[in-house]
T-cell receptor, first 113, second 113 residues
Framework: NAGVTQTPKFRVLKTGQSMTLLCAQDMNHEYMYWYRQDPGMGLRLIHYSVGEGTTAKGEVPDGYNVSRLKKQNFLLGLESAAPSQTSVYFC????WGQGYEQYFGPGTRLTVT | AQSVTQPDIHITVSEGASLELRCNYSYGATPYLFWYVQSPGQGLQLLLKYFSGDTLVQGIKGFEAEFKRSQSSFNLRKPSVHWSDAAEYFCAVSSFGNEKLTFGTGTRLTIIP
C-alpha cells in the first residue's frame, strides 16, 4: 500500500514549456486535490475532483488544468509555465468516512526559469 | 465561508518544555478539525483530528488538541517537546458536505537545546 505518490519529485522548466504532474493513490478514495505551497502562504487549493471524470476549480486555478480519467489518478498540467508557478506542489486524496481527512503525497518541487 | 487563523508564524521552545500552538476557525456549523505536521522537504502527515464526540483528542507523537466551540479554537498541545518535533504545523477545517479542507498559514516550530 503506497498511499499517495507523485511523479516527478523535482523538475526545472523554462518559461513557456509545458509539463504534467502525475498523482496516484491506491486507497480507492473518491476525492483528490492539487495544492501549491509557497513560503508564508500555507497550502492553496488549485483544483480538485470529487470522482472519476469530474474536476472543479479551487482557490488558484489560473494557468493550470487537470484531468481525472481514472479514479486512482489525478493529473495536473501546466500548458505554458511561468516563473510565478515556481512552487512545491502537493497532491492529496480523501474520502467522506473521517470528515474528509486528506492523505498527502511527498510533493513535487517545480522551478520555472 | 470557512477560514482558519494560526496567529503565531514562528515559535521557539526549549527541548523538554511544554508547547501550545493556537488555531482559531470561523464556521457556523459543526467543524471537522485537523492538525497536520510537515517536516522539511516532506509532505503533510496527520497528527490528530476532531470529527465528533470527545472534545479532547489524542494524536500521534504525544500530541493532543482540545476543541472549544465557545472560543472557536482547536489548540494543539504537547507536555514535553523533543528536538524531532521541529517542523511546520498546519491547522485545517472542513465540514459536513464540504469536501475541501481550508488550511491555516502554518506555524513553524523551532526547538532549542
Amino acid at each position: 500500500n503506497a498511499g499517495v505518490t507523485q511523479t516527478p519529485k523535482f523538475r526545472v522548466l523554462k518559461t513557456g514549456q509545458s509539463m504534467t504532474l502525475l498523482c496516484a493513490q491506491d486507497m480507492n478514495h473518491e476525492y483528490m486535490y492539487w495544492y501549491r505551497q509557497d513560503p508564508g502562504m500555507g497550502l492553496r487549493l488549485i483544483h480538485y475532483s470529487v470522482g472519476e471524470g469530474t474536476t472543479a476549480k479551487g482557490e488558484v486555478p489560473d494557468g493550470y488544468n487537470v484531468s481525472r480519467l481514472k479514479k486512482q489518478n489525478f493529473l495536473l498540467g501546466l500548458e505554458s509555465a511561468a516563473p510565478s508557478q515556481t512552487s512545491v506542489y502537493f497532491c492529496a486524496s480523501s474520502y467522506w468516512g473521517q470528515g474528509y481527512e486528506q492523505y498527502f503525497g511527498p510533493g513535487t518541487r517545480l522551478t520555472v526559469t | 465561508a470557512q477560514s482558519v487563523t494560526q496567529p503565531d508564524i514562528h515559535i521557539t521552545v526549549s527541548e523538554g518544555a511544554s508547547l501550545e500552538l493556537r488555531c482559531n476557525y470561523s464556521y457556523g456549523a459543526t467543524p471537522y478539525l485537523f492538525w497536520y505536521v510537515q517536516s522539511p522537504g516532506q509532505g503533510l502527515q496527520l497528527l490528530l483530528k476532531y470529527f465528533s464526540g470527545d472534545t479532547l483528542v489524542q494524536g500521534i507523537k504525544g500530541f493532543e488538541a482540545e476543541f472549544k466551540r465557545s472560543q472557536s479554537s482547536f489548540n494543539l498541545r504537547k507536555p514535553s517537546v523533543h528536538w524531532s518535533d521541529a517542523a511546520e504545523y498546519f491547522c485545517a477545517v472542513s465540514s459536513f458536505g464540504n469536501e475541501k479542507l481550508t488550511f491555516g498559514t502554518g506555524t513553524r516550530l523551532t526547538i532549542i537545546p
